[in-house]
C-alpha cells in the first residue's frame, strides 16, 4: 500500500505511539511521522527535539521518515502525494473526534483515515500524562523508548533547578 502520514504533537514520543507507528509501517510503503506544529501552544520539547527523539526511536523502521507540518494535514498530504493518514485510537472519546476530523479531511481533499486501535497495553497512555506523572516524581520509565526518558527527566530537572 503506499504511503501514509501519521500525525501528532509527540511531546514526547510515547511507546504507544511507537506502537502505532510501527504498525502502520509494516501496513504501508511509507509512513511519514508528522509532528504537527501548533504556534498557540507551548510544548516541553522543541519541535526539533520532538523531531530528533523520533528519529531515533524509529530509526529501526526503514520506510518511516519524520517531518513537522504546520496547517491543514491534508495540505501537507497534497503536498507529499499522500493520500492516507494513520490515527491510532485509544478509546470511544478519541474515536468521536477522530471520526469527525476524518470526515472533514476526505471532504476537504480525499484524504482518507485509518484507524488503528491502541494495543491494550498501551491504551492509557498520553504524552501529557506521562509529563505529568514524572513532573510530581512518579515512575515512567516503561512508557517512553529510553533516550526519550533520559531526556524527559533531563529536561525536568533544568526546570526544577
Not at 511519514?32 to 531515533?56: A, C, H, P, W, Y
Not at 477522530?98 to 479531511?105: G, I, K, V, Y
Request: one cysteine or more.
Amino acid at each position: 500500500m503506499a504511503g501514509a502520514l501519521c500525525p501528532g504533537s509527540f511531546d514526547p514520543v510515547t511507546n504507544g505511539h511507537l506502537d502505532v507507528i510501527t504498525r502502520a509501517a509494516a501496513q504501508f510503503d511509507e509512513i511519514v511521522v508528522t509532528v504537527m506544529i501548533n504556534k498557540s501552544k507551548q510544548g516541553m520539547f522543541t519541535v526539533e527535539e520532538r523531531m530528533d527523539m523520533l528519529r531515533e526511536a524509529t530509526s529501526d523502521l526503514p520506510n518511516v521518515r519524520v517531518e513537522s507540518w504546520h496547517g491543514l494535514l491534508v495540505n501537507f498530504a497534497k503536498e507529499q502525494g499522500i493520500n492516507a493518514i494513520v490515527k491510532g485510537l485509544r478509546d470511544a472519546t478519541d474515536f468521536g473526534y477522530e471520526l469527525q476530523m476524518a470526515q472533514m479531511n476526505k471532504k476537504l481533499s480525499g484524504v482518507d483515515t485509518y484507524f488503528l486501535a491502541t494495543n491494550p497495553a498501551f491504551s492509557y497512555l498520553s504524552s501529557s500524562l506521562v509529563k505529568e506523572v514524572a513532573t510530581f516524581g512518579g515512575d515512567v520509565t516503561d512508557m517512553l523508548p529510553p533516550s526519550v526518558h533520559k531526556q524527559l527527566l533531563a529536561r525536568l530537572a533544568e526546570r526544577n533547578g
